[in-house]
């Protein structure tokens, strides 16, 4: 199975920071890499698929890059309603895995 | 609009049986793979299984695989998941989603709640 580690496990940041989120897979997934955002009480929500390409209707605030096994994810100006955990996830291989999440807090 | 939504969670006892359900709308529910996901506190979001728009292709993790069996009820726009010898460990939020292409998940239903306890 591909392990997915994130790093932070949690970090807080001021509004208007730029947030970086790391993902590491066990072994090269290409670009087969996606990110979500979920909030308490809600389903997982998808931000980016395929590493870099922002899903429709969420925020140019949000980036992804990054092929292989090195990913990132990048907010570029924390708002309020940025406060989340953030999970990336690999579709490279049978089994799909999820990464520990990001829980990231406004100061 | 697109929407999933569970149904079917509860309290069962270790050993029993649920069948999960997860009707879909707005979407023609034929053009796309379904899949089931948990998520613990502890281990976090766990992909369980998917299962292919003519239900010709389907795939499980190991964690479940004998366990449990993943359905599509096409003309019903319904995904199923009969889960049996439920285990503590299965106690958790179960979430039906939709795989867009390369196996992201770009809808999810809202969850339904399963505990497996005595």
């Known amino acids: 199975d591909i392990q997915m580690t994130q790093s932070p496990s949690s970090l807080s940041a001021s509004v208007g920071d730029r947030v970086t989120v790391t993902c590491r897979a066990s072994?090269?997934?290409?670009?087969?890499l996606n990110w979500y955002q979920q909030k308490p009480g809600n389903a997982p929500n998808l931000l980016i698929y395929?590493?870099?390409s922002l899903q429709g209707g969420v925020s140019s605030r949000f980036s992804g890059s990054g092929s292989g096994t090195d990913f990132t994810l990048t907010i570029s100006s924390l708002q309020p309603e940025d406060s989340a955990t953030y999970y990336c996830q690999q579709s490279h291989s049978i089994p799909l895995t999820f990464g520990g999440g990001t829980k990231v807090e406004i100061k | 609009q697109v929407h999933l939504v569970e149904s079917g969670g509860g309290l069962v006892r270790p050993g029993g049986s649920l069948r999960l359900s997860c009707a879909a709308s707005g979407f023609t529910f034929t053009d796309f793979y379904m899949s089931w996901i948990r998520q613990t506190p502890g281990k976090g979001l766990e992909w369980l299984s998917y299962?292919?728009?003519?239900?010709?292709?389907?795939h499980y993790a190991d964690s479940v695989k004998g366990r449990v069996t993943i359905s599509r009820d096409n003309a019903k726009n319904t995904l199923h998941l009969q889960m049996n010898s439920l285990r503590a460990e299965d106690t958790a939020v179960y979430y039906c989603?939709?795989?867009?292409?390369?196996?992201?998940?770009?809808?999810w239903g809202q969850g339904t709640v399963v505990t497996v306890s005595s």
């Open positions: 072994q090269d997934i290409d670009s087969f």
């Open positions: 989603a939709r795989n867009r292409v390369n196996d992201a998940f770009d809808i």
């Open positions: 299962i292919s728009s003519r239900g010709t292709t389907i």
């Open positions: 395929a590493a870099s």
